[in-house]
């Protein structure tokens, strides 16, 4: 029998930490240079401390916008098993055992803490496609905020009586450059797709979902994916909610605390928000999902919730459509539309 490890790893961009949790103590283990060669320094010093072949060791960390994925990539070559914990349930966790200071040593312990005591699902790795194409569009939200910004310079700058032709001439040219960069990432993101036909098989599938549409369907179907192999292909559409957030929060307790109910926010906010304009776009057009809405309104549910409720019910079609493999049929899903909320 197998005896597991969890290790916990606070990853910067120039380094990481790494903790180990036994009992009631935790040890710090070592601080190693985020790069190949410590990766290497790690492994090498991880087989002297647990030389058997019968330990099983256990990442654990935190997403931390990119700067974890060539630590998770060495794990996952050394068959290691990788822990991706929401950060936010970490934070509860800490706060929840009186840690509040924060560094990058304490928050590796309670990385590994969090992996004794919690025992988090293992993330499997996701195929290579789509964490190519997840990289992708996270480059493309990059560039599109960039550009937002730009032109919203731009446009300030053209009010002022007498611009500085210089600097609106600067201003011209990084916005046309950054133009340049978003259709060579739309044409990567093509040529990926073109490439495995399969991943477009399912683009085109949950295109078909009310309210997805072209801006919202790649981002979504990344989120779909992570939670399949988050759950090793076993999780609920429930959980997806969960995963997103999108998960209803009550906050009552005994006879004087009733504050409204809100959604959790614990899953990615990035997924949220692409969840949310495919609620706003859905729910203009003649289909299930502007029914739902309107019901949901008229017995006196607020807009703001109605949205959010339609966002969920988005994701729970997403989840069905991409599970069985199968084109969004309106008539099959409109009983669940109109159904209570």
Same mark, same amino acid.
């Given at each position: ?222 989120? =779909?994916?992570?939670?399949?192999? %988050?759950?090793?292909? !076993? +999780?609920? *559409? @429930?959980? #997806?909610?969960?995963? &997103? ?43 299930? =999902?502007?029914?739902?809405?309107? %019901?949901?309104?008229? !017995? +006196?549910? *607020? @807009?703001? #919730?109605?949205?959010? &409720? ?32």
């Amino acid at each position: 029998m197998s005896t597991k490890i969890y290790i916990g790893a606070d990853v910067a961009k120039a380094k990481f930490d790494l903790a180990t949790w036994s009992g009631q103590s935790g040890t710090l283990l070592n601080t190693f240079p985020n790069t190949p060669s410590g990766f290497a320094q790690l492994g090498e010093q991880l087989r002297t401390l647990w030389p058997s072949r019968e330990t099983q060791i256990v990442l654990v960390l935190e997403p931390t916008g990119g700067y974890e994925m060539g630590l998770v990539a060495y794990a996952y070559d050394q068959g290691w098993e990788v822990c991706l914990p929401n950060p936010k349930q970490v934070r509860d966790f800490a706060k929840g055992r009186g840690r509040r200071a924060k560094t990058d040593v304490l928050d590796a312990l309670v990385l590994a803490q969090f992996g004794v005591e919690q025992q988090p699902e293992p993330q499997e790795e996701l195929p290579a496609e789509v964490q190519e194409l997840s990289e992708l569009l996270h480059r493309r939200e990059d560039l599109e905020q960039l550009k937002r910004s730009e032109r919203n310079r731009l446009l300030g700058f053209q009010q002022r009586p007498a611009p500085t032709p210089a600097v609106l001439q600067s201003l011209e040219r990084t916005i046309a450059a950054l133009d340049a960069e978003l259709d060579a990432v739309e044409k990567a993101i093509k040529d990926l797709l073109n490439r495995h036909p399969d991943l477009k098989r399912e683009a085109k599938r949950l295109d078909s979902v009310s309210g997805i549409g072209e801006k919202t369907v790649l981002p979504i179907l990344v989120l =779909l994916h992570r939670w399949k192999v %988050r759950t090793s292909g !076993r +999780g609920t *559409a @429930k959980g #997806l909610t969960a995963f &997103a957030g999108l998960d209803p929060q009550r906050h009552d307790s005994g006879s004087s605390v009733h504050k409204r109910a809100s959604i959790s926010k614990m899953g990615d906010r990035s997924a949220r928000h692409y969840l949310y304009m495919a609620a706003l776009g859905g729910i203009r057009g003649n289909n299930p =999902l502007r029914t739902f809405y309107h %019901r949901l309104v008229s !017995r +006196g549910k *607020a @807009k703001r #919730l109605a949205l959010v &409720a339609a966002a969920h019910k988005i994701l729970t079609w997403a989840w069905a459509v991409f599970t069985q493999d199968v084109d969004f049929d309106p008539s099959r899903f409109l009983p669940a539309a109109t159904a209570a909320a």
